[in-house]
């Protein structure tokens, strides 16, 4: 199935910086929507995640990928962290915000084109977190999918000496293996996490859920541990759990991804949750 594709699309997120967003939109729409949130570390246009768009593109869905406005990608340099300053002040508040920035562009973009609007969101790791705090308070959202999604975010600051001393400079630093960066995080996002706890209570959000939710995780991830999707779905009854055997936090993939073949594991989780998808919301109707 032909598509087409709208790159880099420019919106307006948090603090005056620009989110870029790509539309995927196929020849035979099928009348649902989905919106791709990256992790930490990430931006759309990271390992697979084109790939990933095209086989459900291929399937009749829209499908929206965007970069958070403090990810640390630029206009000019959508790839890596060109912008540090920036990504040193990303709170999960704007990550938030960013969000609903994208799902309220979507919505337009779908009218605009006289579309029928049926919207659903999939999450990896951070970003799968920042779906299911979403869905806690937007009932427009139609379906959830979370892969590898963390289930909660005060547990990963640092504690006692290691946060009186970020307290005390205002800055610490991670390096990023792949790309040698000592990439610095500014106390914000502890405060800001701190000053919101009810908002950005992920394992709270999950309980109250209503809406047809995958809950994906491999058993093999050591960045998120998969005791957190077990956590996550004793939160929500009704969410399936799927175990990928063997999987990592990303399923096979790296960055750069030079493959014209998806890896097995990576194959899986787009097939089943293409498969969530049509099954929720198309054959049940």
């Known amino acids: 199935m032909s598509f087409s594709l709208s790159k880099n699309n420019i919106l307006t997120g948090c603090n005056g910086k ?37 086989q459900f593109a291929a399937k009749g869905f829209a499908f929206v990928l965007f970069n958070f406005s403090h990810n640390g990608g630029t206009i000019e340099q959508p790839l890596d962290f060109s912008d540090l300053e920036a990504f040193s002040k990303n709170t999960y508040s704007k990550e938030l915000a960013d969000l609903d920035t994208v799902i309220t562009d979507t919505k337009k973009w779908l009218t605009n084109n006289g579309q029928k609007i049926n919207i659903s969101l999939i999450g990896h790791s951070r970003g799968g977190g920042d779906t299911i705090l979403h869905c806690y308070r937007d009932n427009t959202i139609q379906a959830l ?15 006692g000496k290691e946060l009186k001393d970020w307290q005390e400079d205002g800055v610490r630093y991670e390096i990023n293996t792949r790309t040698k960066q000592a990439m610095p995080i500014r106390i914000d996002i502890y405060n800001d996490a701190i000053g919101n706890k009810e908002m950005l209570d992920i394992g709270n959000a999950a309980e109250h859920l209503r809406i047809p939710w995958l809950i994906v995780h491999g058993n093999h991830d050591i960045t998120v541990p998969f005791s957190e999707a077990l956590f996550l779905k004793s939160k929500c009854a009704s969410a399936h759990l799927l175990k990928i055997e063997g999987g990592g936090h990303t399923f096979g993939i790296t960055h750069p ?21 049509e099954r929720t919301l198309l054959y049940s109707k």
């Open 145 to 159: 999918i979370t892969w590898a999604a963390i289930s909660d975010i005060f547990s990963r600051f640092p504690h």
């Open 257 to 277: 991804y030079t493959d014209e073949i998806l890896p097995q594991l990576f194959q899986e989780l787009v097939s089943k949750s293409i498969q969530f998808l």
């Open 18 to 54: 620009p989110i870029l967003v790509d539309r995927y939109f196929p020849e035979h729409f099928n009348g649902s929507t989905v919106i791709f949130v990256h992790g930490y570390k990430g931006f759309k246009d990271w390992g697979a995640w084109q790939m990933m768009a095209k």
